[in-house]
């Protein structure tokens, strides 16, 4: 990506975008937990652009009312490219850098895995403590944030 590309995708990613954690399933490790990035928007082909720079998988609802949008969401979870444009686009980023610096450093401590989407292996107090700063971040911005599950 070029300097405008990541620009571009910056300013989409804080006006469109979120940055979250998923809590999985219980596995006799430990949860499993994923960080995921996702950019919403009904123009299905400003996401198949950034698709294109960045990966990642776009999903299509259906409207629940006639007169809405169709529903677009370009869904990123693979964690090996997301810290290569999260580190990217950070440079640029408004609205969300702080959010997107935490999710950088929960990356940077997870241990490497075949498994692309998440680590198998439990989380450490510090990763937690990450994730628990990622959630207070978004509800700088959302009335519908839920705490981190113990």
């Avoid at 990613?13 to 940055?19: A, P, R």
């Avoid at 999903?59 to 677009?72: D, E, L, T």
């Avoid at 997301?82 to 241990?111: C, D, H, Q, S, T």
């Avoid at 509800?139 to 113990?150: C, G, I, Q």
Wanted: aromatic share 10%; with cysteine.
């Amino acid at each position: 990506m070029n300097k405008f590309e990541r620009a571009y995708i910056a300013g989409f990613f804080d006006g469109e975008g979120t940055i979250t954690v998923a809590c999985g399933r219980k596995t006799k490790k430990g949860r499993i937990y994923t960080l995921i990035c996702a950019f919403y928007n009904s123009d299905q082909e400003v996401l198949e652009w950034i698709q294109s720079k960045i990966g990642g998988t776009i999903h299509i609802r259906p409207k629940k009312v006639p007169y809405h949008f169709i529903h677009r969401m370009l869904y990123c979870r693979n964690q090996t490219e997301l810290i290569i444009w999260l580190e990217a686009i950070f440079p640029f980023l408004k609205i969300k850098k702080e959010a997107v610096n935490l999710g950088i450093m929960f990356l940077k401590l997870r241990e490497p895995t075949k498994h692309l989407h998440s680590s198998h292996n439990p989380i450490t107090v510090e990763q937690k403590e990450i994730l628990r700063r990622i959630r207070l971040e978004n509800m700088k911005h959302s009335f519908n944030a839920k705490p981190l599950p113990e």
